[in-house]
């Protein structure tokens, strides 16, 4: 029902779950005549029932996961309360609404056609309107019809089933085999406190930090290591490549001090290829970790290979000594203002109800 990281780092983070949703019915019309002991000619005075609410999703700041539907998942609106005599419509049900994070994608049951996508704070989409309340006999009055005995029932709310799904927004992502250095990168240039350790799949989940260069900040996460198969569910990659997506761009991270920094390079890469979804059309800039690790003329030649291989000039860095740390964020920050600028001007306005 719901999609995360199994164990204690589940209970953290959860990118996936499915809801059901179900807007409440219309009020009932009411029959009610007009009985008054000094009054000579009554007549009908039934009010007309209250609408249903509305069932809505939100995009709130301050959620990071979709924890909060992994123990809920029935969501339904308030019914609209029955009319009443002397004219008294009934009260409209209250709406209900579902509080997601910041990049939380709205999908229909079958997991494919996007019903939203939710990009900014206090955006909202309803999802299911609540049914209309019903006539009372007061609507149904004519010159030929004084007393009419009908009202209408209200309408039924729609039920049905939704998935939510969580990318992260971030601007710039990290990508690489596991133990490429991304979490101490991440740890190097933000706030941010991710696992370290030395062994594969520290990271269990995406991380984010604000990295700050000349006095601008953007966000940038960190997403789990990839390996051979990802994209078909080998390793983690797969239940996180989605996080990739918003990124403008990628900082592929090559550990100098592994075996063979270019095949590792392409694995991940075929992995970015395989997932489609326009990975790897994302700007790409690529740099060997770790070179504090390197002699000097090791780095030369692992850097021109590297290059051979890619087409591009990786740049070489280390977290731990700092060394090409700033030369990597200028370079990220100068395309994330290129990326940021083409969407400011390819922007639409945003969809306020899916549902009639």
Same mark, same amino acid.
């Given at each position: ?66 924890? @909060? ?47 939203? @996508? ?36 209200? %309408? ?103 075996? @063979? ?82 969407? %400011? ?12």
């Amino acid at each position: 029902m719901a999609r995360g990281q199994g164990g204690g780092d589940g209970v953290k983070f959860l990118d996936q779950a499915k809801v059901h949703v179900r807007s409440g019915d219309g009020g009932n019309g009411c029959v009610s005549f007009r009985r008054e002991k000094f009054l000579e000619f009554g007549g009908p005075d039934g009010g007309n029932g209250g609408r249903g609410g509305d069932v809505w999703v939100e995009a709130v700041d301050g959620l990071n996961t979709l924890i @909060d539907y992994r123990y809920r998942q029935h969501f339904k609106a308030e019914r609209g309360h029955d009319g009443a005599g002397r004219d008294r419509t009934g009260r409209d049900g209250e709406d209900i609404v579902l509080k997601v994070p910041v990049g939380t994608e709205v999908l229909d049951d079958d997991q494919e056609t996007v019903i939203a @996508d939710l990009t900014r704070v206090g955006e909202r989409v309803r999802l299911a309107r609540g049914g209309n309340g019903g006539f009372g006999n007061t609507h149904f009055k004519s010159s030929t019809n004084r007393a009419p005995r009908r009202a209408n029932p209200g %309408q039924t709310g729609s039920e049905f089933a939704v998935w939510l799904r969580l990318k992260l927004i971030a601007d710039a992502g990290l990508v690489g085999l596991p133990n490429a250095g991304k979490s101490t990168f991440l740890a190097a240039v933000s706030a941010a406190r991710p696992k370290i350790a030395d062994y594969p799949f520290t990271t269990l989940h995406p991380n984010l930090g604000v990295a700050a260069i000349d006095g601008t900040e953007f966000v940038l996460a960190d997403i789990p290591g990839l390996i051979e198969g990802a994209h078909e569910g080998a390793g983690l990659g797969d239940r996180f490549l989605g996080h990739v997506e918003r990124c403008s761009v990628l900082l592929h991270l090559v550990d100098a001090t592994g075996e @063979d920094p270019t095949a590792a390079y392409r694995t991940v890469r075929h992995e970015l290829e395989a997932y489609a979804h326009g990975l790897t059309d994302k700007p790409e800039i690529i740099a060997l970790s770790k070179i504090d690790a390197v002699a000097e003329d090791e780095r030369a030649r692992l850097r021109d290979a590297l290059a051979a291989a890619t087409g591009k000039e990786p740049l070489l860095l280390s977290s731990a000594s700092g060394e090409g740390v700033a030369t990597a964020l200028r370079a990220l920050r100068a395309t994330i203002d290129v990326g940021r600028t083409a969407r %400011q001007q390819e922007a639409a306005p945003p969809k306020e109800s899916w549902r009639p």
